[in-house]
Each structure stands twice: as structure tokens, then as C-alpha cells.
């Protein structure tokens, strides 16, 4: 499969009738239930919805960290689930920036490491790696002294700055943000999400956010509402 950035063509994320079962005693509790949802390239989709809905399955599946039950997840139009286990990782790698619920920083590195700690596995020459790690954090509004912070010398609204510039690094095509506000103050929240907007026009990123908190709406493209394991365009009706 060749997936380097200069051949790639950018169409986005596909999910397409995706359905997605947890074990559940005797039987199985459905977190996806029929999902389908595209979102293009420069797109700030937002999904919506209770706690328990299944948004952070649904990013998971987006994701490929999760195969579904059935349904097809298309990555820049590669259908993830035809793909074997090294050739989707290499899929997640090149072409999927994730920023999950629970920050998974690690504890002894500067942000600036926390950026370049994967980069043997990308080929990027030391110095280059660095410098864009640099222009990352520095475009996300982390400046030179933050960035040789460790994460407990951050706030938590620059924490999560940090995992979105990480997120960024190997120049996705599509950003999954889960809850990147939930451990944020209103004015903080709102700053993510408006960071999350201009990064997805400036990288042209298919970007899907996952909040419960409706209060920050105001700058997404779209609004869709997850209930029940089902998805659908906000007003639409479920
Ligand atoms: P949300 O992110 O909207 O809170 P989740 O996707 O985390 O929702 O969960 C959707 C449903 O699936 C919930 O009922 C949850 O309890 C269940 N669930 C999530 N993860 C697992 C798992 N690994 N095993 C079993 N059930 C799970
Ligand atoms: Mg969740």
C-alpha cells in the first residue's frame, strides 16, 4: 500500500452503516447502530449526545482502533477493514491524528518530546522533526519556554493543546478529538474549540469532535446528535 503524503489524495472520513456490539452478559449491547457519516476534507463536524450514547466508540471505530460488526470505514476513501493488522496501524499512522478522552501524555517528557517520541518510526530527520514539533506547539499558542514543560508544569487547557499539536504531527487527514473540553473552564473550552476550527482549515483536516457540552456548538460546521448507538443530523430527528 503506499500511503506517503505526496500520493495520497485527501477525500476525508467515511463511516458507512457501521454497527459495533460489546459483549454484555448472555447477550450484546449495541454502542453503533447502523451509523453513516462523512465528513470532507477542511469539514469541523461535531457529534453530540448523553454520556453512554456511543460517541467515543464511534470514535474508536473512526479510529480503527475497533473493527465493527459490519459497516465500512473509508480513511481518504482506503476501506480500513480490508486492510491487514501492520497495514492499518500504518493507515492510523500516516494519515489519523487522534486526541483521546483521557490525555495520555507521559509524565517525564517535555511537550516538545512528547511530539518527537514516535518520530523514529516516521523517518523525519532529527533537526526537521524538531523544528515542526517547535512550529506545532508554537502554532497551537504553546511558546518556546512551555514547550520544555513536562505535563504536571502545564495547565490543563495547555495539556490538551499539547495532544493536539502531537495529533498533528504526522499531518493527518483526519483529527478525532474526544471531549477535548471536559476538564476545562467555559472561556478554555471555547478556546479549544475555536483552536480546533482554524487547525482544521489551516491543515485542511476531515475533524470530528465528540462533546456532551452544547454550549459550544457556535463555531462547528455541523452538529450531529448521537442517542442510543444512532447518529443523525442535529434537528433532523432520530
Ligand atoms: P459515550 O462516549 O457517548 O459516553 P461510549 O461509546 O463510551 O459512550 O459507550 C457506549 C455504550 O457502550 C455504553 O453503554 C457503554 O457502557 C458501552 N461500552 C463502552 N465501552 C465498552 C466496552 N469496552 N465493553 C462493554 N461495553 C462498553
Ligand atoms: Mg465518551
Given at each position: 500500500m503506499t500511503t506517503t503524503t505526496s500520493t495520497r489524495t485527501r477525500t476525508g472520513l467515511a463511516l458507512r452503516e457501521v454497527t459495533l456490539t460489546y459483549p454484555d452478559g448472555e447477550s450484546r449491547l449495541?454502542?453503533?447502530?447502523r451509523v453513516s457519516l462523512t465528513v470532507a476534507p477542511g469539514e469541523f463536524a461535531a457529534v453530540a449526545g448523553p454520556s453512554g450514547s456511543g460517541k467515543s466508540s464511534l470514535l474508536a471505530v473512526a479510529a480503527t482502533l475497533l473493527r465493527p460488526d459490519s459497516g465500512a470505514v473509508l480513511v481518504d476513501g482506503v476501506d480500513?477493514?480490508?486492510?491487514?493488522d501492520r497495514e492499518r496501524t500504518a493507515l492510523r499512522r500516516e494519515r489519523l491524528g487522534i486526541v483521546f478522552q483521557?490525555?495520555?501524555?507521559?509524565?517525564?517528557?517535555t511537550a516538545v518530546e512528547q511530539l518527537l517520541v514516535l518520530e523514529s518510526v516516521r523517518g523525519r530527520r532529527p533537526r526537521e522533526a524538531r523544528r515542526r514539533a517547535e512550529e506545532l506547539l508554537s502554532s497551537v499558542g504553546l511558546d518556546g519556554a512551555k514547550q520544555r514543560r513536562r505535563p504536571h508544569q502545564l495547565s490543563g487547557g495547555e495539556r490538551q493543546r499539547v495532544n493536539i499539536a502531537r495529533a498533528l504531527f504526522g499531518d493527518p487527514s483526519v483529527l478525532l478529538v474526544d471531549e477535548?473540553?471536559?476538564?476545562?473552564d467555559h472561556e478554555r473550552g471555547a478556546q479549544i474549540v475555536r483552536l480546533l476550527a482554524d487547525i482544521t482549515r489551516t491543515h485542511d483536516t476531515a475533524t470530528v469532535m465528540v462533546t456532551h457540552?452544547?454550549?459550544?456548538?457556535?463555531?462547528?460546521d455541523r452538529v450531529l446528535e448521537m442517542q442510543d448507538g444512532r447518529l443523525a443530523e442535529a434537528g433532523a430527528g432520530l
Open positions: 449495541t454502542a453503533l447502530d480500513a477493514g480490508a486492510l491487514g483521557q490525555s495520555n501524555l507521559l509524565a517525564s517528557l477535548p473540553t471536559s476538564a476545562l457540552d452544547r454550549e459550544l456548538l457556535g463555531r462547528v
